[in-house]
Every structure is written in C-alpha cells, then in structure tokens.
C-alpha cells in the first residue's frame, strides 16, 4: 500500500495538476510545497507557452520539473492580452482554457477519479486543504471568491485558483465555455449551477473561503510572500 505522510490515511490519492503560464518560479516553489506536504501524490503540470517552440525560461522550467519528478505536458496558449487578466472578465478565457485543457490531457491519459487544478500561485503550508479533499468524497470541490458586483449571479462564486473534481463524474460538464466574463460568474453558471440540476455532489473547501484560507498558505500573487511563508513553515 502507498501512504502519504502523516497528513493522508492510507488508501486515499489525487492527482494534483497545475497550470503554469509564464510565472514558472511560483509555480515551482508551490510544487514544492505539496512535493513536501505530501510526498507520495502524483503530481502535473501543464505548461503554457507562447509558441510550439518553448521559450528559453520554459525550457529551464521544464528541467527543473524533471528533477521534480513531476509529469509535464507542454500546449500553446489561445489567450494573451499581454497581462494576467485580474480583476478583468478577460480572466473568464484565461482559467477556462487552463481547466479545459487539463481536463482534456487527464481524458487523453484515461485518468480516473480525483484531480486537483491549481493555479501557478497556489500553495500549501500546513496540507489541511489536500487532505480534505483526500478524505471526502465530491464530484465537484470548490472554494469562494466574490465577483465584482452587478448583473445577474449564480447560486455559487468559485474561486478559479483551485478546483477539485472526479474526472469521470463531469463528463457532462466540461469542457467549459470559454469568454470573456468575470470567472466567479462563468464557473458558477457553467460549472456549479450546472452540476447542482445534475444533481451531482459539491462540496466546499473550508479553507479556501475567500481570502481566508486557514492557515494553509495565502491568497497572493507575491513570488516574496510565498517564499516568507513557505520559508516560515520549513518547506523551503
């Protein structure tokens, strides 16, 4: 049998799966934060690029996930606007794309059962998020983020950074529709809504709920912040 460390009971596994675009180095320090937290789940990263040929900081990236030991799939990016998108309804095209193509790669390898999407910015210090996902069963995870006011809502905002699915159970969810709208709003229409009248099981992630998020890492797009935290927690 496979443990996990200390912080998952045995018998328990997730594929976690991140998306990498350009901010390779946050990227690879919140690998590491869950290579340490939980050494023995199976760990991807999808790496977005600008061409079929890899740019020379994606190349150095790529190596640097082979001493990871971390699966890696390379794809060109659809959208570039030439920023991240934040607090933009751009943001709706840029983690839709991200989601549905690793969806598709998880389909292409036949992978069954829990996948963990995460963003390059999304790290762990304590493990209290992995292993609540490790230890319920969903067919949908999320956490909360509110989107800018105004128009019409769905009944759930998601946070787009993570989101936690059985990949045999959202076959008739995804792919995702891809445009420009606030993500909150997109995912909760597309994603959450959609599968409350399939009446498939959703849970929320306890510590992911906005801004809080538990002691387990922090909302922040700081590469400096994820070092002070992780180096807080010993992991680097």
């Excluded at 920023?83 to 095209?93: E, F, I, R, V, W």
Aim: glycine residues 8%; contains cysteine; charged residues 25%.
């Amino acid at each position: 049998m496979v443990s996990f460390g200390v912080f998952a009971p045995i018998g328990y596994s997730m594929i976690i799966f991140y998306k990498s675009y350009k901010r390779h180095d946050r990227t690879l320090l919140s690998l590491k934060s869950v290579k340490h937290l939980f050494p023995d789940l199976e760990l991807k990263c999808l790496v977005l690029t600008d061409n079929l040929i890899p740019s020379q900081d994606d190349l150095v990236f790529l190596e640097d996930l082979k001493k990871l030991k971390v699966d890696f799939y390379t794809s060109v990016k659809k959208y570039n606007f030439g920023n991240s998108g934040s607090g933009s309804a751009k943001n709706g095209l840029y983690f839709s794309e991200g989601v549905n193509k690793i969806y598709k790669k998880c389909i292409d390898l036949q992978v069954t059962g829990k996948v963990l999407m995460l963003d390059e910015d999304h790290f762990f210090t304590t493990g209290e998020t992995v292993k609540h996902l490790l230890t319920n069963n969903f067919d949908l995870a999320v956490g909360s983020w509110p989107a800018p006011p105004g128009g019409q809502r769905p009944s759930f905002e998601p946070n787009a950074s993570i989101l936690a699915l059985t990949i045999e159970s959202m076959v008739d969810v995804f792919p995702v529709p891809e445009r420009e709208q606030y993500v909150e709003l997109l995912w909760g229409f597309e994603i959450v809504d959609k599968c409350k009248k399939l009446g498939k099981k959703i849970i929320e992630i306890p510590t992911r709920v906005y801004t809080n998020y538990g002691g387990d890492g922090i909302h922040t797009n700081n590469i400096n912040d994820i070092k002070k935290e992780l180096s807080k927690f010993n992991i680097i």
